[in-house]
């Protein structure tokens, strides 16, 4: 028995020093793994610093050397000092084909579509991502229709800046030119929101514009509400008249429907409308205001009086003879304001629209035409190209 009892304790002592050695054998090799991780990691640590700092210095190095192309650039140009690399991202495709009837303001006209066509080497379509979860956008252009874009390349002192401009609500009155939006100012730079309709490749459909047809884009911003709009804003007074540039009425003629009918067998193909009718209600909105000019408006037959004045000129040669016919000429001007016998024109998507308007405000929309000139080639950015994508 007593032999028995020492060979079990021998038996233990064994599976003890056995049980020891070899937890100390896993401690020590847990421990060498632990270091190697240690060095490794240091290792890795010391080589990511390295690669930071070189980095870090290769941006430095490439900054300064922009900084110094840059520089360099700026020389080059005639007016180093004021010159910056901008150049337009895309180009709008609109509704509007003259300056002649293109709104004053943007979403005055809700039908007023265009497509705004991006240069995808500069702007590729990921660019565009996400933008279809803004009800609205800012766009900024270039007035690239402005008749005094010359005078840019000029010395300010012989440019001819006029500080102020006519402003249509003032009736003529003068207005400094940064209290206005006029499209006549020192840099012919335009700020403009519209409605995202839909967006597909490089391509964004807009409603609402205020853009004309072949307008420059330099940049597109998402509208912010929270920020964009400012309940507590001001305006002056003669900004406060709504009615004041708006018609009293918009009447088409019997005829105009079906001679719109015809023309749209041609224009449709082109066209950002589904059919005439809503072609038809764009024509409405448009000339719900009075899209003519100032001068147009202060003096609407001067064009038809300058006319026959000259034609006077022409034909005589005594200065008192030449009163007597003016006062004639002016006669019968009073007579064309009552019998509404002056024809304006406007161009929506290549189509001839003809109308009267009589001093009373009422707009007469006559006929439409197709130009002599008109392109009736598929349009990639025609209505097909957008319905089902419309919201």
Not at 87 to 109: A, D, H, K, W, Y
Not at 175 to 192: D, E, Q
Request: proline letters at 6%.
């Amino acid at each position: 028995m007593m032999r028995a009892i020492i060979s079990e304790a021998k038996w233990l002592t064994l599976t003890a020093s056995v049980t020891i050695t070899l937890t100390l054998i896993s401690a020590y090799a847990v421990k060498r793994k632990w270091n190697r991780l240690t060095s490794k990691i240091a290792e890795l640590e010391a080589s990511l610093k390295s690669c930071s700092d070189k980095c870090a210095s290769e941006r430095q190095g490439r900054i300064r050397a922009q900084q110094a192309l840059r520089k360099e650039l700026t020389l080059s140009q005639p007016n180093p000092e004021t010159c910056f690399p901008m150049t337009p991202i895309g180009v709008v495709r609109s509704c509007f084909s003259t300056r002649n009837g293109t709104p004053r303001q943007p979403l005055l006209v809700p039908l007023a579509r265009a497509s705004l066509v991006f240069n995808t080497t500069r702007v590729p379509p990921p660019s565009l991502e996400g933008l279809t979860d803004y009800s609205h956008c800012w766009i900024l252009y270039v007035f690239h229709l402005n008749t005094d874009l010359d005078k840019l390349w000029k010395h300010p002192s012989h440019s001819g800046f006029k500080a102020k401009v006519r402003v249509p609500r003032l009736k003529g009155g003068r207005m400094g030119v940064f209290a206005t939006r006029s499209p006549h100012r020192p840099c012919p730079i335009g700020l403009t929101v519209a409605k995202v309709e839909a967006v597909q490749g490089n391509m964004i459909l807009l409603s609402g514009v205020d853009l004309v047809d072949g307008t420059p884009v330099l940049d597109v911003k998402p509208y912010l509400p929270y920020c964009d709009s400012i309940q507590e804003a001001t305006v002056p007074n003669w900004l406060m008249e709504d009615n004041l540039l708006s018609v009293a009425s918009v009447r088409f003629s019997e005829d105009f429907t079906s001679a719109l009918e015809n023309c749209w067998k041609m224009a449709e193909r082109s066209s950002l409308y589904a059919s005439p009718g809503e072609f038809q209600s764009l024509i409405k909105q448009v000339l719900s205001w009075d899209i003519r000019s100032v001068s147009q408006r202060i003096r609407p037959h001067d064009t038809l009086l300058k006319k026959e004045n000259n034609e006077l000129l022409a034909n005589t040669s005594n200065v008192d003879e030449y009163q007597d016919e003016t006062t004639s000429v002016h006669d019968r001007e009073q007579n064309a304001l009552n019998s509404n016998e002056v024809i304006y024109q406007l161009i929506l998507e290549g189509l001839d629209v003809s109308y009267r308007i009589d001093h009373n405000g009422n707009v007469d929309v006559e006929k439409v035409s197709i130009p002599t000139v008109f392109d009736n080639t598929a349009n990639s950015c025609n209505y097909l190209t957008w319905k089902d994508k419309l919201r």
